[in-house]
């Protein structure tokens, strides 16, 4: 499946523990988007990623979340201290390039985050 | 504040006939448009983008671009009872972060 991947699928974290959420983009893409989706809410923009570097993380909160995305291996979304708040929805976007020609993004299955 | 505005639904429309989705956008600077499909509890999926004013057409679906009025909509021809899902609008700028309205709820009645 060449299709964009994210584990785990659903993760139970107590207030206080981290949490780690994984995505791997699509085959030939190199462009990372996380987005978060609350209940009733539409789905924000959180960071934006290429290899090694941060293009955008305007919309993370500016504590607690982290994330990157190494020259190896998959982008990570870090969760310090996790909150009830927090419960979400956390979807990865890959994409082709970042131009408006070749922008077209592809969901992952998401994660499924509670916080008890 | 850059904002993509959807009727939130839920739209009703009999099995075989034409459902119509509408959506507004703040920013004049974007550029790209995207309708997804999101089926309860799935993640979203892309099933039409549009970048040049007029229609775009891709089976069933048809996708409207106005920019002089900031408006986007989706044609869905013959709709099924599979199309029931909520449909997600979302605008781009020159670059790369996509707005994304609250979607609009679609239920296709057999």
């Known amino acids: 499946n060449a299709g964009v991947m994210q584990n785990p699928r659903h993760l139970v974290r107590r207030r206080g523990q981290e949490a780690r959420l994984r995505c791997s983009p699509m085959k030939g893409h190199s462009h990372v988007y996380w987005y978060r989706q609350l209940p009733e809410e539409g789905l924000k923009f959180m960071v934006y990623?290429?290899?090694?570097?941060?293009?955008?993380e305007s919309g993370m909160p500016k504590e607690r979340f982290s994330a990157e995305f190494p020259k190896e291996g998959p982008s990570i979304l870090r969760i310090q201290q996790v909150v009830r708040g927090d419960s979400a929805a956390y979807f990865c976007?890959?994409?082709?390039?970042?131009?408006?020609?070749?922008?077209?993004?592809?969901f992952g299955p998401g994660t499924r985050l509670t916080v008890l | 504040q850059k904002e993509v505005e959807q009727n939130s639904g839920p739209l009703s429309v009999p099995e075989g006939a034409i459902a119509s989705l509408n959506c507004t956008y703040s920013?004049?600077?974007?550029?790209?448009f995207f309708w997804y499909r999101q089926y309860s509890g799935k993640s979203p999926e892309l099933i039409m983008f549009i970048y040049s004013n007029g229609d775009k057409e891709d089976g069933r679906f048809t996708a409207q671009l106005n920019k002089a009025s900031q408006y986007v909509s989706l044609l869905i021809r013959d709709s099924q009872p599979s199309d029931s899902a909520t449909y997600l609008c979302?605008?781009?700028?020159?670059?790369?972060?996509?707005?994304f309205g609250k979607g609009t709820l679609l239920t296709v009645n057999p």
């Open positions: 990623l290429q290899k090694e570097n941060i293009i955008d």
């Open positions: 976007a890959s994409s082709r390039g970042s131009s408006s020609s070749y922008n077209e993004q592809f």
């Open positions: 920013d004049r600077g974007s550029q790209s």
């Open positions: 979302a605008a781009g700028g020159s670059n790369y972060k996509l707005t």
